[in-house]
């Protein structure tokens, strides 16, 4: 007879705990989404027969390895590398790689469950993975950076593959960092192939690939507003970070007619009351992805703003907020300030920066408030368009791509809507963390219910 496992929601996360000990950010993961899955299966026996979300929580495999290198001092450095395949049902596994001294084997395994949903909401067929090393970029050369890049790419190459794994860029890994390893992979392996995503546009790139995450996050915040009703325009805007996301992030509201004042990197962040424009972020994007600056030098540059050292934004009063640094960057009383001072909408760019805190305290003010894994997924889903048109040896125009972007974004808002509340169609509550849990889980687990036990 079957043995049926038919344990609580405590008793499931004490085993992830327990199986998972020291790894703080990947339970936290799994207990998000476990909240809202439990709920869903209960009287679906077939998941728990088949055991699937105890399965989805086991990454398929982690890969782990040694990155050495030689420093322009001639200093031989070791680092760790790691490539997370957490689950394939859907496609090939796709995700980032991050370069940070705070990776470790955590934050891998819950950007690569976190993935696994996210790319499952795009509609594209895409598995969750992730990567990255404990290498820090701050303060390397480009050519220690460069040989950094092939030392890891000589180890991960025998890993990935175009429909094995398609490894893209995250926090510290740009388009410079890509055509490093990039061309390492082509040398070692004699393939020119869609094996990564983020490239430059003249070897295989895709148009509006660098735009598409903050892009995105803002076109699935004017969704959840369009939905009550309300637009962007005229709405102030608090974000957090300064890199890829963030910039991305504040031209859109931009553009869409709201007032960004703020920005933030690892050092603070700077309020600019008279609002952060398109010529400001023009200049934070050089200063900081070309001149490796820090954002507090805005204030010499736009005396309007003022740099408050070793703070977050979540203090400023604003309408919307969209927190595009890091993971854990807003905690619970950070989300009471928010609430408080009057801010309506909260638009993850990042992946998991609100804590279990954060996100109890948003949902228990019916806030609208976007988990990452639907607000951020328009950077993996144009990167599922760069691997079509990779296979398919074409390109598609901006406008082609701009389009198809928006079109996937309102998409996995209208997937979040299906599962997010009794009445979230009819313009009532939506919780959009139930929604995206669910209709992430639904897609991979029934993929997997196909497959039979493996
Ligand atoms: P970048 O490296 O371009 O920028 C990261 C930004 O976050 C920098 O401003 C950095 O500041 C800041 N930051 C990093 N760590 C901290 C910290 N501990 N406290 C405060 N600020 C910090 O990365 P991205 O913009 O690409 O990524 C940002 C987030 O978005 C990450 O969570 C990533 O996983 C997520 N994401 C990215 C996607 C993409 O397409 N790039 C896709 C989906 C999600 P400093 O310069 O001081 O380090």
């Known amino acids: 007879m079957a043995v049926t496992d038919h344990v609580d929601l405590n008793g499931f996360m004490e085993g992830v705990k327990k199986r998972n000990p020291h790894q703080p950010e990947f339970v936290q993961a799994v207990q998000e989404v476990a909240e809202d899955i439990f709920d869903f299966i209960e009287d679906k026996e077939q998941y728990h027969e088949q055991q699937i979300l105890r399965r989805m929580a086991e990454p398929d495999r982690v890969v782990s390895f040694r990155v050495c290198w030689e420093d322009d001092n001639g200093n031989i450095r070791v680092q760790r590398g790691w490539r997370v395949q957490n689950n394939n049902a859907i496609g090939p596994y796709k995700g980032g790689i991050r370069f940070h001294p705070s990776v470790n084997e955590s934050v891998l395994k819950f950007l690569a469950f976190e993935q696994t949903f996210k790319n499952a909401l795009t509609g594209l067929p895409m598995g969750g993975g992730k990567g990255g090393s404990n290498f820090n970029p701050k303060g390397k050369s480009v050519r220690e950076i460069m040989r950094f890049c092939q030392s890891f790419m000589t180890e991960l190459y025998r890993h990935i593959g175009a429909d094995v794994d398609v490894p893209a860029g995250d926090i510290g890994v740009g388009g410079r960092e890509i055509g490093f390893m990039f061309g390492q992979y082509k040398r070692i392996t004699n393939n020119f192939t869609g094996v990564l995503t983020g490239k430059g546009l003249e070897w295989g790139g895709s148009l509006i690939r660098t735009e598409a995450t903050g892009y995105g996050a803002v076109y699935f915040l004017e969704n959840m507003m369009k939905h009550q009703g309300r637009s962007l325009d005229g709405l102030r805007a608090v974000i957090s970070g300064s890199g890829n996301v963030a910039t991305h992030a504040a031209e859109k509201i931009v553009?869409?007619?709201?007032?960004v004042l703020t920005l933030s990197d690892s050092g603070g962040f700077i309020h600019d009351p008279d609002g952060i424009d398109q010529e400001k972020?023009?200049?934070?994007?050089?200063?900081?992805?070309?001149?490796r600056g820090r954002i507090e030098d805005y204030v010499a540059e736009f005396p309007s703003a003022t740099f408050h050292a070793d703070k977050t934004p979540w203090g400023v009063a604003c309408d919307v907020a969209l927190p595009c640094a890091t993971q854990n960057e807003l905690l619970g009383e950070d989300a009471k300030k928010l609430i408080a001072n009057g801010c309506i909408a909260v638009s993850e760019g990042a992946n998991m920066?609100?804590?279990?805190?954060a996100v109890h305290t948003f949902k228990d003010a019916r806030l609208l408030y976007a988990p990452g894994k639907a607000s951020n997924?328009?950077?993996v889903a144009v990167s599922g368009l760069e691997m079509s048109q990779n296979s398919l040896r074409k390109s598609w125009s901006e406008e082609e791509l701009q389009q198809m972007l928006k079109d996937i974004m309102s998409g996995i808002h209208d997937r979040c809507l299906t599962y997010g509340d009794k009445g979230a169609k009819k313009g009532g509550y939506v919780d959009y963390v139930k929604g995206a849990n669910i209709a992430?889980?639904?897609?991979v687990a029934d993929a997997m219910l196909a497959f039979g036990v493996v």
């Open 440 to 443: 992430g889980f639904k897609k």
């Open 281 to 291: 972020i023009d200049w934070v994007k050089t200063h900081k992805t070309h001149r």
């Open 353 to 357: 920066p609100c804590d279990l805190d």
């Open 377 to 379: 997924a328009g950077g």
């Open 255 to 259: 553009q869409l007619g709201g007032t």
